[in-house]
């Protein structure tokens, strides 16, 4: 797909069209640029979201799910990690009441984040998600990255997924491999106004950029990424914990990866001002993005920041606070 926010939004009408439903349960903390998008996408179509609410800790409100998913319900949808970073301690349980729905379960995942979390295929998605940005694609001024949408083995999931599957095969003699389109969905192709999809990218070079990433980090490299990246998001948890006078964790959440909210006692548009002013670039503000998220922004640790970095971001908010 062409991004994240889109990968999101072609889950979401793949799983009305599989249920043949109209609505979307999703967090109330879900990402807000992937929820502008996916509103976007579906209400045409006559789709709904309902969010759920997440507690205090990050976690979803299995009571507030329970009272809303009904026969309605097309799927269930979570981050994990959230937008907030966090991690969602039993994803599992999600499935239990989407089973019980005859909801699909739909989950957004990072993708370094898997070499050391249990994958969302474990925990019983039917349909996965994610933003491939991380697997060594460039900024590029905003853009080209790279959305991630798979689902479970299952031809009434497969037969929907937007876009065009190739095929592998061999020749008559069955010496040499070939490969053919099997399913063509798109509207270019034979399927014209029933097409699952209209989005018309060709997102190959990034796919084979991302390919050529992996493969590069492989099995232990992957794994060692991801254990950098929880280190550097843990070296920082530790520095907030040193000024609890006047910044605390935005969430009460156990485990975080990459990014992490912290809330601050003064104004945090203000602080972030002055930070600029030094040529440094704190986290997005929260509060247009996420109610009740005040004073807060996202701040995100990955392997690009060094601890001297770390520690320089949190020594010049010492000094503008």
Known sequence: ??????????????????????????????????????????????????????????????????????????????????????????????????????????????????????PPGEYGADIVVGEGASLGLGLNYGGTTLGILGVRRDQSLIRQLPGKLVGMTTDLKGSERGFALILQTREQHIRRERATSNITTNAALMAVQAAIYISYLGMSGLRRLAETIARKTRYAIDHIYRRKGYMDLAIGARYFYREVPIRFRGDYSAIYRRLVDQGIYPGIKLDPLLKGFSNCGLFCFSDVHSRDDIDLLFESIDKVI
């Open 1 to 118: 797909m062409y991004d994240g926010s889109t990968a999101v939004a072609e889950a979401f009408r793949l799983a009305m069209r599989v249920t043949r439903r109209k609505v979307i349960l999703a967090p109330d903390i879900m990402n807000p640029f992937y929820r502008r998008v996916a509103e976007t996408w579906i209400e045409p179509v006559g789709g709904k979201i309902i969010y759920y609410r997440v507690d205090s800790g990050g976690q979803p409100d299995l009571d507030d799910i329970e009272d809303k998913a009904d026969r309605e319900t097309a799927a269930i949808y979570l981050e994990n990690p959230t937008y907030l970073g966090n991690i969602v301690e039993k994803p599992e349980e999600l499935k239990n009441i989407a089973g019980r729905t005859g909801s699909l379960y739909i989950v957004f995942s990072e993708p370094t984040s898997l070499a050391i979390f249990k």
